[in-house]
């Protein structure tokens, strides 16, 4: 949910156009519109596409990687793949990178990360009004500190936030000032609907879970949900006690 899909395009046909430029996008988990080989597929396709994707701008990367097609000046690095997604890809495949999401920052820095465009959502009208990594922040506030230490060494470093009004806003350590922001992109023309991830209704016995993990987390407690069908579930969040984060 947080890819600044405009931004990584625009980057993306710049140094298609542009040999001189090296670009490496390092990313986990890109998501694209499902293809069909046959009019039965596009019969179970199409509908399954419109309820996911209506409105997501595709990534500019994906359909050179799939066919094996990347400029020379570019490289995509992901650490998280979709499951049997690029089994046809070498590309992918060779460039895959096998890092837990706890490592992610190390990575990144390793291979001398200068800027992070990511997906934000604003707490109010205004160009003031402080910016939420929303739903994606993790990554983010662990590489935001190394960032700060290569200004400081006169390296390059940027922070772009790409606002989406679909996102939720949440505080805390998400939320950031404006000026923490080296550029935004904000416009109509830019604002899409996000990933429509589908969801079931609740059941008795994830209600009775979320309702035990609620009763068992004090106050200014943290309880993390992370990858899963019972992390999906909004329903449950309301259960969580009160004072936690």
Known sequence: MGKANHVANELYARAAADRSIRLRIFTALTLDPRTWKSDLERRFVEPLNARLFCGYPRL??????????????????????????????????????????????????????????????????????PLSLAC????????????????????????????????????WDAALPVTAFDHILEADAYDF??????????SDAQYAIGLRC???????????????????RRSLWPLSAPGTQ
């Open 214 to 232: 609620a009763a068992l987390i004090p106050d200014g407690g943290t309880l993390q949900i992370g990858i899963g069908s019972i992390g999906d």
């Open 136 to 171: 994606n922040p993790d990554i983010t506030l662990d590489v935001l500190p190394l960032l700060a230490q290569k200004r400081k060494r006169g390296e390059a470093a940027i922070l772009v936030g790409q606002v989406n009004s679909e996102l939720p806003y949440m505080g």
């Open 193 to 202: 609907p996000l990933f429509g991830v589908p969801r079931l209704p609740v």
């Open 60 to 129: 500019s990367y994906v359909e050179a990687v799939r066919n094996n097609a990347l400029p020379p000046n570019i490289e995509v690095n992901e650490f998280f793949l979709l499951a049997g997604e690029w089994l046809a890809a070498p590309l992918a495949q060779q460039n895959y990178l096998s890092a837990n999401y706890t490592d992610a920052a190390k990575y990144l820095m390793d291979r001398g990360l200068n800027v992070i465009a990511q997906l934000v959502s604003r707490q109010r009208p205004g160009a003031d009004a």
